[in-house]
């Protein structure tokens, strides 16, 4: 079964940068895609983007465009979000989530069957 | 960007009885080359990460009970508990993913009457 760990908590002043990882283990890493979601205190959820290891492709939602480097080591099946320039409207819990990734233009490869345990960024002065 | 709007964004329903959930998108979301509805719900608990409950708008995840059902096409969908029970307090989440970025609706927070 697969599982997603998330690095852990993490406190930034504004201005500063975080990464945060995401192992991939139980599975065949170049099979998934893997998404970024953050939640903001008492918030919904929020798409950021996603990146498919296999091709290291990535998407952004474009609000994120110019702040957000999603990666991805295919040796360590570790995927990571850097988001940079950080506010404090930036702090959130964010997520990691699988999706499977096929080459067929109908894959649904943004149906996330399985999510990291979350990792809360606080970003203040 | 497709828009997901659900209602009623806060419901209170008793122990036992139906509760009902609406999600509309701006745009179908119904891709005809194999007539799948892109549409996937998911349900948050307090202090967890989502879990994946419905996909393709009607078919329920693994290990997911049977009194959750999904139905709907194009624009219009409903996520169905039919027998209330205390441990499906939570937030329920829609999410069109036919279309990048794959947007989710704001929430409906499903409580105890």
């Known amino acids: 079964q697969v599982q997603l760990v998330q690095s852990g908590a993490e406190v930034k002043k504004p201005g500063s940068s975080v990464k945060v990882s995401c192992k991939v283990s139980g599975g065949t890493f170049n099979n998934y895609t893997i998404t970024w979601v953050r939640q903001a205190p008492g918030g919904g959820l929020e798409w950021m983007g996603r990146i498919i290891p296999l091709l290291g492709v990535t998407s952004y939602a474009q609000r994120f465009q110019t702040r957000v480097t999603i990666t991805a080591d295919k040796s360590t099946s570790t995927a990571y979000m850097e988001l940079r320039t950080l506010r404090s409207e930036d702090t959130a819990m964010y997520y990691c989530?699988?999706?499977?990734?096929?080459?067929?233009?109908?894959?649904?490869?943004?149906?996330?069957?399985?999510w990291g345990q979350g990792t809360p960024v606080t970003v203040s002065s | 960007d497709i828009v997901m709007t659900q209602s009623p964004d806060s419901l209170a329903v008793s122990l036992g009885e139906r509760a009902t959930i609406s999600c509309k998108s701006s745009q179908s979301v119904l891709y005809s080359s194999n007539n799948k509805n892109y549409l996937a719900w998911y349900q948050q608990k307090p202090g967890q990460p989502p879990k994946l409950l419905i996909y393709w708008a009607s078919s329920r995840a693994s290990g997911v009970p049977d009194r959750f059902s999904g139905s709907g096409s194009g624009t219009d969908f409903t996520l169905t508990i039919s027998s209330l029970q205390a441990e499906d307090v939570a937030v329920y989440y829609c999410q069109q993913h036919y279309d990048t970025p794959p947007v989710f609706g704001q929430g409906t927070k499903l409580e105890i009457k």
């Open positions: 989530a699988r999706a499977f990734y096929c080459a067929s233009f109908s894959c649904p490869i943004s149906l996330l069957d399985s």
